[in-house]
């Protein structure tokens, strides 16, 4: 009697494992798979939000100048299709990391109905011992060889029971770690895969942007806000718009020059005045010696 009272409170001790081990996977499996839903939930988000970016570019773009125009459509080109590959990311977070956790509950189900069947057989054999030790107390032969044999049932079955349950334990702790293994295996795989295919289109995005030509574009715009014929006009306007100094100066320097010029007229005209006199005194005295020849 004291070894099955020794064996049913082993029994019990290792019920008490199992059903440890399967409340702990159901509480921390649950927490996991909310957290990765809410993971997959923020990065469908994540899209959405991308999009409604890409199809502002796409509006801003048709606006401006043509440079800046190309490099911001073929910005919002490759953002675009970044966000084709996190719906991709989206789906498979959803099928190989958030679906199989889901499964879990499934199976925690099965494992407490395991656990159950076998802490029934293992109070229907404690429940014959106790009625064994009262039969035992009052000494009837007859009721003592029954609550045996009752008692020799319900300790087979009970072992039975707690074999086929050890068995259970055994493999969904196997499976277990080959499914956590699988689960954070798949989410690493998709993440890698999606960020770097990340980096290649960012790169791709960045050097768009920086191929944007600046100066070209500011010569664009400022031809829009000046008519074709505005340079000959500016031209124009900034010799009428010399400062006062500058005018007075420039009087001055024609003022100057013109009287330079009347000086050098008057001086011409002296000296073609003088030219005659001397040529009317050779032509007299020329004159004069033709007389005296004469005579």
Do not use: W
């Not at 796409?58 to 606006?63: D, G, H, K, R």
């Not at 014959?128 to 009721?143: A, I």
């Not at 609550?147 to 707690?162: P, S, V």
């Not at 008057?266 to 004469?294: L, M």
Request: aromatic share 6%; charged share 35%; with cysteine.
């Amino acid at each position: 009697m004291m070894l099955l009272g020794r064996g049913l409170d082993a029994r019990d001790n290792q019920t008490r494992q199992m059903q440890d081990a399967v409340s702990n996977v159901e509480k921390h499996f649950g927490e996991l798979c909310q957290i990765f839903a809410g993971y997959v939930r923020k990065t469908a988000r994540l899209r959405d939000k991308a999009d409604l970016l890409v199809n502002e570019i796409y509006a801003y773009a048709a606006t401006e100048t043509p440079n800046l125009k190309v490099g911001l459509k073929n910005f919002a080109d490759e953002f675009s299709r970044l966000q084709d590959y996190r719906q991709a990311e989206v789906d498979r977070l959803e099928a190989k990391v958030v679906e199989p956790l889901k499964c879990y509950g499934t199976i925690v189900k099965l494992k407490r109905d395991d656990l159950k069947a076998t802490l029934t057989a293992k109070n229907r054999e404690a429940k014959q011992l106790s009625q064994l030790e009262k039969t035992r107390q009052r000494n009837p032969s007859d009721l003592h060889i029954i609550a045996e044999n009752e008692l020799q049932r319900a300790t087979l079955d009970a072992t039975r029971t707690t074999r086929h349950l050890e068995e259970t334990i055994d493999n969904f702790e196997k499976q277990k770690i080959r499914d956590i293994k699988n689960i954070f295996s798949e989410f690493i795989t998709i993440e890698m895969l999606f960020h770097g295919k990340a980096l290649e289109i960012y790169t791709a995005a960045y050097q768009n942007i920086q191929n944007i030509d600046e100066n070209e574009d500011l010569e664009v715009f400022r031809s829009s806000l000046y008519p074709p014929d505005y340079q000959s006009r500016l031209d124009i306007v900034r010799a009428n718009s010399k400062s006062p100094l500058q005018r007075t100066g420039s009087s001055k320097s024609s003022l100057r020059t013109a009287q330079i010029s009347r000086r050098m007229l008057r001086r011409d005209e002296e000296e073609d005045e003088e030219e005659d006199d001397d040529d009317e005194e050779e032509d007299e005295e020329d004159e004069f010696d033709a007389t005296k020849e004469v005579r």
